[in-house]
């Protein structure tokens, strides 16, 4: 049995309260609203906080609520349960609802919250293991050691990002707001990641992610699209966001996508540009999706092969722009 390590709970009621605590304590500290990846991380040994805040109490950081703008405000610590039945994000946002009934299982849903999915750490098969395993083979960057056991020749941690909100909140064009002692920013969803395993977010370790924020709809169609072995519960091997805003005439007017599992970070991807301004045909379509899998390189981390992950980026994100389309 896995048990957890000693550390000191404290579960304030305020968001000033956590301000000042995560100010004081500082890498000491560790956040947690549902627990689901933080407590087994600490089960496994990869992160040993000395004093967790639970955000359970700040009612500051839950709810959605319209934005003047007529978006929406989504607290940090709303369950992902609440989220997929709230009505607000059902007619505005329904590809949200759709992606969050792929995040793991309905028990898991109803502990889990979207900030944690949004700070997701990064995952990898030599670190997720108990720490038995990991000292048996020998531990890497992440955890005690100093080689990336993916590649031992690389310089940096090579654990990937695989969390399924953040590509599709990225598409859709979402904010993320931060507050510290120091005050509060917001800043594009896409600037929160960094292409590093160890270091994956680019938030200070006393800011606190406070809400997301997602634009007016305006017309905008999404779509998440999942590769996993199981049909449920499991990690995607391969996450494709994409969203499209279409002209009165059928031309595209703006296009994004955002790929998942593919690297340490959600990966923007350069080739939706070619949409902007011409008919989404199944040529164009095709070329694009053609174009992104020579591009993505997945890294060998995640379930099924690296040719074949490779392959699926392709036809997932021509089945995604089809069904946007169609």
């Known amino acids: ?60 950081l839950a709810g959605v609520r319209r934005t003047d703008e007529g978006g929406l405000s ?20 329904p590809s949200v609802v759709e992606a969050i009934l792929t995040i793991s299982t309905p028990l898991l849903r109803n502990m889990g919250t979207i900030g944690g999915n949004v700070c997701l750490d990064t995952r990898c098969h030599f670190l997720n293991q108990t720490h038995f395993w990991r000292q048996a083979l020998g531990s890497c960057m992440k955890a005690d050691g100093e080689i990336c056991r993916v590649a031992t020749s690389s310089p940096r941690c090579l654990a990937i990002s695989s969390a399924d909100l953040p590509p599709l909140l990225i ?3 979402a904010t993320a707001c931060l507050v510290s002692a120091a005050g509060e920013r917001a800043i594009p969803l ?23 924020v997602l634009p007016p709809p305006d017309g905008v169609r999404a779509i998440y699209l999942k590769l996993r072995r199981r049909g449920t519960f499991d990690f995607p091997a391969l996450g494709v966001a994409a969203a499209v805003q279409m002209n009165g005439d059928h031309s595209c007017q703006a296009a994004r996508i955002v790929l ?27 070329t694009v999706a053609d174009e992104t ?34």
Do not use: W
Not at 198 to 209: G, N, P, Q, Y
């Open 1 to 60: 049995m896995m048990r957890l390590p000693a550390f000191r709970f404290v579960a304030p009621d305020s968001l000033q309260a956590v301000v000042d605590i995560v100010a004081d304590s500082g890498p000491r500290a560790a956040l947690v609203a549902g627990g689901t990846d933080l407590y087994p991380n600490m089960k496994r040994r990869q992160v040993k906080p000395e004093i967790v805040v639970g955000l359970h109490n700040v009612r500051e």
């Open 74 to 93: 989504i607290g940090a610590v709303s369950a992902l349960t609440d989220l997929e039945r709230h009505p607000l994000l059902r007619e505005l946002y």
């Open 293 to 326: 899998m020579q591009l993505a390189r997945p890294l060998q981390l995640a379930d099924y092969t690296h040719s074949y992950r490779k392959k699926m980026v392709g036809l997932y994100v021509r089945r995604a722009l089809e069904q946007l389309v169609n």
């Open 171 to 173: 598409a859709l064009g």
């Open 190 to 212: 896409s600037e929160l990641y960094r292409d590093e395993g160890i270091k994956c977010l680019s938030r200070a370790a006393d800011e606190i992610l406070t809400e997301i």
């Open 260 to 286: 998942g599992a593919v690297t340490s970070r959600p990966m923007e991807v350069g080739a939706a540009d070619r949409l902007v301004g011409n008919e989404m045909s199944a040529e164009a379509i095709q």
